[in-house]
């Protein structure tokens, strides 16, 4: 049976998973050396990269990092390079008065903008390589020396992974703390949502699926934000100890060669980010180039994100569209496999034969292990979530379980007393949320969203890496 690596987890219309998937072929643009993955499958949420070729990726980098000791640097500053230039294309499209465009010139502007995309999509096969397969084992096999005891080697490289700055999701939540510190003071807090709404309106957009970030939405959670002074003393102080600890660790270790490998991880894992992030705003500002075709060919906007690239040209140019039935079966769920240089879009039966395939069994256990991302304790109450649809499940205290979580999941995250991931690793987003405010925090569980139930008692001992079914539904 073939073998395969999830990379991420994800859940998206259709278009934005047409390029995820074949996105391996920029292997040469992004490594800045010819190397190429000719393998990639999405099914079930899960992008996933052929197991041998994903063990030679990792031989190859680390073959170009000793050949150039400013290899990995280098690759770090033009993705940076790609995600900003990437990001201002797409402002710039999104302000186009579209209008007056003629049908070859959006059907162009389209093409130009997906194309843009893909190299971002490329850069994101690069990046669980490097900062995870790559700089943090290499951060670890230092410390393993240092330490026989392997929690403490966990502990300090986990303590040694924070993002070298803030990634906008966390600059996001700082400033809802300000906002609440405003309100607090008696401040003009109604402007200053104003001004979020416009620095994060995509927050709840992702892979073409969502909606622009709302005002109500951000009253709301700045109004359950209590002691917001005392919340925002404990978040500097919290980044100032991480900072402190970084430091004591590196010095304690000693040699300026781990100094760089650290500095190096943690450019790494704050781009990983930073990438997720350029990838959700480009979406957001792609989509108005897309309301543009759904006005024109009279297909609804939901319907369109489900087309593939071809399908939409042919739509402006040529007036075709493809059956609605085959549209209806991709909405309801679709896989993709990308091999040998071909694609092909599996629905209905062929999708059905795919994931069963593909299906894990597993069986029942009282309890789940998985990585710990940040220390503590606490008991509560299960809400799973598979998709962003479910978010609003999510109750004060709860135990927020997820297959990954990503920048729409913020409100929701915000109650939860734990977060539970089954994908992930130290550069995740929920990884770093919990990090940034504390929170117990245990990822790469592989099955807690398969095992775990909405409703039912557990503890997330996150000293130990393990969560406990308290009782059952």
């Given at each position: 049976m ?61 073959k ?25 294309f ?87 703390v ?53 919340k ?75 087309f ?10 040529k007036?075709?569209?493809p059956?609605?039935?085959a ?11 990308y091999?040998k ?48 649809s ?56 592989k ?9 039912e ?13 308290l009782?059952?539904?």
């Open positions: 073939d073998e395969w690596v999830t990379i991420v987890k994800r859940e998206g219309a259709l278009l934005a998973f047409e390029g995820y998937v074949p996105a391996v072929k920029w292997g040469r643009t992004v490594f800045l050396a010819p190397f190429e993955y000719t393998r990639c499958l999405y099914l079930d949420g899960e992008v996933m990269l052929d197991s041998g070729e994903y063990a030679a990726c990792e031989a190859f980098v680390r170009q990092a000793a050949k150039d000791p400013r290899y990995l640097k280098k690759v770090f500053e033009k993705c940076v390079e790609a995600c900003a230039e990437t990001v201002s797409m402002e710039k499209a999104a302000a186009k008065d579209l209008g007056k465009l003629g049908d070859r010139g959006l059907a162009a502007l389209f093409a130009k903008g997906m194309g843009r995309l893909d190299l971002l999509y490329g850069y994101f096969r690069f990046h669980p390589t490097v900062d995870t397969d790559v700089l943090f084992q290499d951060v670890r096999a230092v410390l393993a020396k240092k330490h026989r005891d392997a929690g403490k080697v966990e502990e300090l490289a986990g303590a040694l992974s924070l993002p070298s700055k803030d990634p906008r999701i966390s600059m996001e939540q700082k400033d809802m300000r906002i609440a510190c405003v309100r607090a003071r008696g401040g003009d807090w109604g402007g200053a949502v104003k001004k979020h709404v416009k620095d994060y309106e995509w927050l709840s957009f992702t892979h073409f699926i969502g909606r622009p970030l709302a005002e109500e939405e951000v009253m709301e959670r700045v109004m359950a934000v209590s002691d917001p002074e005392r925002w003393a404990e978040i500097t102080a919290s980044r100032r100890e991480s900072e402190r600890k970084i430091a004591e660790t590196i010095q304690a270790v000693g040699g300026p060669g781990f100094a760089s490998l650290v500095g190096l991880m943690r450019k790494f894992i704050f781009n990983r980010n930073n990438l997720k992030e350029s990838i959700s705003i480009c979406q957001f500002h792609l989509r108005r180039v897309l309301y543009e075709i759904s006005r024109r060919a009279g297909v609804p906007y939901l319907d369109l994100v489900y593939t690239r071809g399908e939409i040209a042919e739509l402006l140019l007036g075709t569209a059956e609605n039935r549209v209806k079966e991709r909405r309801k769920g679709f896989a993709i496999l091999e240089g071909g694609l092909k879009i599996f629905t209905g039966q062929e999708l059905e034969k795919l994931k069963a395939k593909y299906a894990k069994h597993i069986a029942e256990v009282k309890e789940i292990r998985g990585a710990i991302a940040c220390k503590g304790r606490v008991s509560g109450t299960v809400a799973v979530v598979t998709s962003a479910q978010l609003a499940k999510v109750k004060k205290g709860d135990v927020l379980v997820a297959s990954m979580t990503t920048a729409d999941y913020v409100a929701a995250m915000e109650k939860a007393a734990a977060f539970v991931t089954d994908e992930g690793g130290v550069s995740c987003h929920a990884a770093i949320v919990a990090r940034e405010f504390n929170v117990p925090c245990i990822i790469g569980t099955i807690a969203t398969k095992v775990l139930r909405d409703g008692t557990v503890e997330v001992d996150a000293d130990n890496g393990v969560v406990r079914r009782n059952r539904r």
